[in-house]
């Protein structure tokens, strides 16, 4: 990924901060687009299908107005299917620089098999309501040249349509598939090293269950759109018929509850597996909460069917939308912990950078002092277990050795396996005396 190293400047812990934030924002669009594209996607084109096999129009004109519902309209193709994964690029090559593991590579994959993924959905669409409006002209008296180039065209329509469908699902899955490798892996960090070999992703169950998760919420969150666009959205749909609107119902409560009930399983297996440095307290409140919601919509889905009334029909879609919502944040959580020592990691070298600048323009040489507080204390108290071992615990051995201790600083080699290994200060020698010299005189004092 060197191009993207290019890209990257140094962040200070604030901006790290805002870094995770903003991707999280970016998540909360594209997810759910992502998902409502695949799952409507696929229902368009069983159902297409179906009305191929049957030659009943009903299901043909249940599958023209899926895709018409789902693929709004271009600009919404464009500012939550590409531009956010994009921007996601760009975060995380800052967020990750110089870690050796594969989640910008993956995301650059997802780019790959995503952007054109989009752009045949909306092919799909627009093809789809040309054979449609084909099939319904017949021409009549007309000269047999033009009668023959119009059944040309009218096939050709058909089946650039046909296979516009399934090519832009065969991409979406694809680069679904390695959009949530990345975010997953970020948050996986005993996978990192494994994850520079890049077929990783096909061995990685983590991923997998994530992923199934990913597909499993997709389909819940379609069918609870359709319900909300064809029974709630300005009232319902006036005009549907008996039977198309039955067919509508049956349907979208089905995807809607085979895939809400698969979400709590996939997110049970999905935290059983992380690692223990990437849970937190309020990452497992999110992850409840979100479950929470998922089980309001149990409630509100057996009410229809039982009841056989849609009444809930909006909010069972903005139920689901919630607990995506909040399963998001839970997962942000995981990453900002798994990511953690990276972080200051990052904004050390930064701070350090402007300690160097300021050196550069002429300012006096900084203390031992200066130096611990700029570069170590990120990771090191005197008395107290932080990302690295307390001092008190780790220097008596370097008493009388302060060479031992400079080379290890600007040398690090593993020693305890119960933390991570410490990287490299890239000190001068001067810094790198003065540092040791501070922290041998001050470590006593605890
Ligand atoms: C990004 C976090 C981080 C920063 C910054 C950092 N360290 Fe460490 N340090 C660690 C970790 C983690 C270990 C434990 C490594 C191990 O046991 O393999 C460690 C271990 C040590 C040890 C114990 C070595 C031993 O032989 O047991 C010393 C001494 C030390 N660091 C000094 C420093 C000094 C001085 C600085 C600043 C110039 C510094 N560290 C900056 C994370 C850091």
Redesign the pocket.
């Known amino acids: 990924m060197e191009f993207l190293d290019s890209l990257v400047l140094p962040q200070s812990k604030e901006h790290i901060q805002l870094l995770h934030f903003m991707s999280m924002i970016v998540m909360f669009l594209f997810i759910p687009f992502l998902g409502l594209l695949i799952g409507g996607t696929t229902l368009s084109v069983f159902f297409r299908k179906k009305g191929t096999n049957t030659k009943e129009q009903i299901y043909f004109r249940f599958a023209r107005e899926i895709i018409e519902l789902i693929a709004v309209n271009k600009k919404a193709g464009l500012f939550l299917g590409i531009v956010p994964i994009l921007t996601l690029l760009l975060i995380y090559s800052q967020l990750l620089h110089n870690l050796k593991m594969a989640s910008t590579a993956y995301l650059l994959i997802a780019l790959f098999f995503i952007v054109p993924g989009v752009i045949l959905v909306y092919t799909y669409r627009y093809s789809f309501q040309f054979s449609s409006l084909f099939s319904k002209l017949t021409l009549k008296n007309s000269e047999d040249e033009i009668k023959e180039e119009f059944e040309s065209v009218s096939e050709n329509s058909e089946a650039v349509s046909k296979k516009s469908g399934l090519w832009s699902l065969i991409l979406l899955i694809t680069g679904s598939y390695f959009f949530t490798g990345a975010i997953t892996l970020a948050a996986f960090p005993n996978e990192w090293a494994a994850s520079k070999s890049i077929l990783h992703i096909f061995i990685s169950s983590s991923i997998f269950i994530k992923w199934l998760y990913f597909i499993g919420s997709s389909f819940a969150l379609t069918g609870g759109y359709i319900l909300f666009a064809y029974f709630y959205w300005e009232g319902g749909k006036e005009n549907l018929g008996e039977d198309y609107a039955a067919l509508i119902k049956e349907s979208a409560l089905k995807v809607t509850i085979w895939g809400s009930l698969s979400i709590p399983v996939f997110v049970m297996l999905h935290v059983i597996a992380l690692p223990v440095s990437s849970l937190s307290t309020t990452g497992f409140i999110f992850t409840f909460i979100g479950l929470l919601f998922v089980f309001a919509v149990y409630h509100f889905v057996y009410d229809m069917i039982k009841r056989v009334h849609l009444k809930f029909a909006g909010w069972t879609f903005m139920t689901l939308l919630f607990a995506v919502v909040v399963l998001i944040i839970s997962d942000q959580m995981a990453i900002n912990s798994g990511t953690k ?2 972080s ?2 990052l904004a ?1 070298n930064y701070d350090a950078l402007i300690q160097a600048e300021a050196t550069a323009d002429g300012a006096e040489v900084l203390s031992g002092a200066d ?2 507080n700029l ?6 108290k005197f008395d107290q277990k ?4 307390p ?1 008190n ?3 008596p ?2 008493e009388g050795d302060i060479k031992g ?1 400079i080379k ?2 600007n040398n ?12 490299a ?1 890239g ?1 001068k020698p001067k ?2 005396r003065a ?2 010299e501070y ?1 041998l005189e001050e470590y006593k004092k605890y």
Request: net charge negative; hydrophobic share 40%.
């Open positions: 020592e990276h200051l990691l050390t130096i611990f570069r170590c204390a990120a990771c090191h932080m990302v690295g071992p001092y615990e780790t220097l051995k370097y201790l290890y600083i690090p080699v593993k020693v305890n396996p119960e933390y991570p290994s410490m990287p200060q000190l810094e790198a540092v040791s922290i």
